[in-house]
Antibody
Framework: QVQLVESGGGVVQPGRSLRIFCVTSGFTFRSYGMHWVRQAPGKGLEWVAVIWYDGGNKYYADSVKGRFTISRDNSNNTLYLQMDSLRAEDTAVYYC????????????WGQGTLVTVSS | VMTQTPLSLPVTPGQPASFSCRSSQSLVHSNGDTYLSWVHQRPGQPPRLLIYKVSNRFSGVPDRFSGSGAGTDFTLKISRVEPEDVGVYYCMQATRFPHTFGQGTKLEIK
């Protein structure tokens, strides 16, 4: 079955960097676009970034553009999010999600990893 | 911008529920499809997909859930609410970048 498992979250000081991961299994990773979506404590969902199946195209939310970088390793079935110049407002649970097989909608989601930006 | 109404919806089990989602722009993609989905998030759980491309139920989703709409106005309906349906329902558009979510509608069981 499709599985998405995020890791790498933790507490980081403002202005510092953090890299989070999403290890996948149960499907042909190299054939699917992948997303990051975040949710601040007590708030709604915010789409963060997408990367094409081959890494050829990437798009970002305005709130993270120039600070976050999405990437992937198709040989290891892993999605990454490099987060630089972190701010308090980046505090959130970060979910990875897969682009649907029959649609551009997001079909499978991971359990999430919590990133806390605090001094 | 995706706008959902109402923000809160108290429903008695066995009764129907209806959620509205309106986009500030048409969600018709250049390929002719409309990428409007509905996801459900129970308290303390990750989101899960219910409906994709406006009206298609995702694998394993009960048939009491249905989606409809076109262009800028979309609706999710639950024909008979069950206690497990509690949580927040979000619409999401994947037609344009950046993708965007509505603010969510919280379903509460009376």
């Amino acid at each position: 079955q499709v599985q998405l498992v995020e890791s790498g979250g933790g507490v980081v000081q403002p202005g510092r960097s953090l890299r989070i991961f999403c290890v996948t299994s149960g499907f042909t990773f190299r054939s699917y676009g992948m997303h990051w979506v975040r949710q601040a404590p007590g708030k709604g969902l915010e789409w963060v970034a997408v990367i094409w199946y081959d890494g050829g195209n990437k798009y970002y939310a305005d709130s993270v553009k120039g600070r976050f970088t999405i990437s992937r390793d198709n040989s290891n079935n892993t999605l990454y999010l490099q987060m630089d110049s972190l701010r308090a407002e980046d505090t959130a649970v970060y979910y990875c999600a897969r682009t649907g097989e029959l649609s551009l909608d997001l079909d499978y989601w991971g359990q999430g990893t919590l990133v806390t930006v605090s001094s | 911008v995706m706008t959902q109404t109402p923000l809160s919806l108290p429903v008695t089990p066995g009764q129907p529920a209806s959620f509205s989602c309106r986009s500030s722009q048409s969600l018709v993609h250049s390929n002719g499809d409309t990428y409007l989905s509905w996801v459900h998030q129970r308290p303390g759980q990750p989101p899960r997909l219910l409906i994709y491309k406006v009206s298609n139920r995702f694998s394993g989703v009960p048939d009491r859930f249905s989606g409809s709409g076109a262009g800028t106005d979309f609706t999710l309906k639950i024909s008979r609410v069950e206690p497990e349906d509690v949580g927040v329902y979000y619409c999401m558009q994947a037609t344009r970048f950046p993708h965007t979510f509505g603010q969510g509608t919280k379903l509460e069981i009376k």
